[in-house]
């Protein structure tokens, strides 16, 4: 599984865009990037998932460039309630045969 | 996606006693993963179960200290055995939830005493 480096930590405030970058320089071909939100006293939650260039959903957008050594997540118009810890993971995706491995994540605090 | 009932949400047990925690989804699936979160940190995973096999356990973790059953295709637990404080954690089941992604369950808060 591909390493993965993120920020430990960001400040926003409400209605602001927020990005956040992942690095994984050793990606694999088949690798995919998923990520993965947590809010205190739950498990993580799905995000968003890419292979490469850009893929939105209701909830965010990932910005994948070409050589795929890094990703961003970016979600717009963010709200006190996106406060949380964001995991960015490297790997194989489905068939579900192994556990994720995940990496410290970015704990992204929104101010009003 | 799944969605996974993970009980007990919260326990606060002696040193030295056991917890079983279980996590029950409500689809079948071939493994189920079991994590720890310690306070502040990231996830850690401790094993996957599979129906009808041993478990398999990552490395750091045996299965004397964290037997896992897995009886059917939608049910497991996890048993934290003769605990010590530094046994204190969150623990998450979890699943291949969808297309892609896995579901957790949102976890059993442990605090050994």
């Known amino acids: 599984l591909a390493k993965t480096t993120q920020p430990i930590s960001m400040d926003s405030y409400e209605g602001q865009e927020v990005n956040i970058t992942c690095s994984h320089n050793?990606?694999?071909?088949?690798?995919?990037i998923t990520w993965y939100q947590q809010f205190p006293s739950q498990g993580p939650r799905f995000i968003i998932q890419g292979y490469k260039t850009k893929v939105t959903n209701e909830v965010a957008s990932l910005f994948i460039p070409a050589d795929r050594k890094s990703s961003t997540l970016s979600l717009p118009r963010v709200s006190l309630s996106d406060t949380a810890v964001y995991y960015c993971?490297?790997?194989?995706?489905?068939?579900?045969?192994?556990?994720?491995?995940f990496g410290k994540g970015t704990h992204l605090i929104i101010q009003p | 996606s799944a969605v996974i009932s993970q009980k007990p949400s919260r326990d606060i047990c002696q040193r030295g006693t056991s917890l079983t925690i279980q996590c029950q989804v409500d689809s079948q699936v071939t493994m189920m993963f079991w994590y720890r979160q310690q306070p502040g940190q990231s996830l850690t995973l401790i094993a996957t179960?599979?129906?009808?096999?041993?478990?398999?356990?990552e490395s750091g973790f045996v299965i004397d200290k964290f037997p896992i059953s897995r009886p059917n295709l939608t049910f497991s637990t996890l048993t934290v055995s003769n605990m010590s404080p530094e046994d204190s954690s969150i623990y998450l089941c979890?699943?291949?939830?969808?297309?892609?992604?896995?579901?957790f369950g949102s976890g059993t808060r442990l605090t050994v005493v």
């Open positions: 050793n990606i694999a071909t088949n690798d995919y």
């Open positions: 979890s699943v291949v939830g969808g297309s892609y992604g896995y579901t």
């Open positions: 993971l490297v790997g194989e995706t489905g068939g579900g045969a192994d556990g994720l491995t």
């Open positions: 179960a599979n129906q009808g096999s041993e478990a398999t356990y």
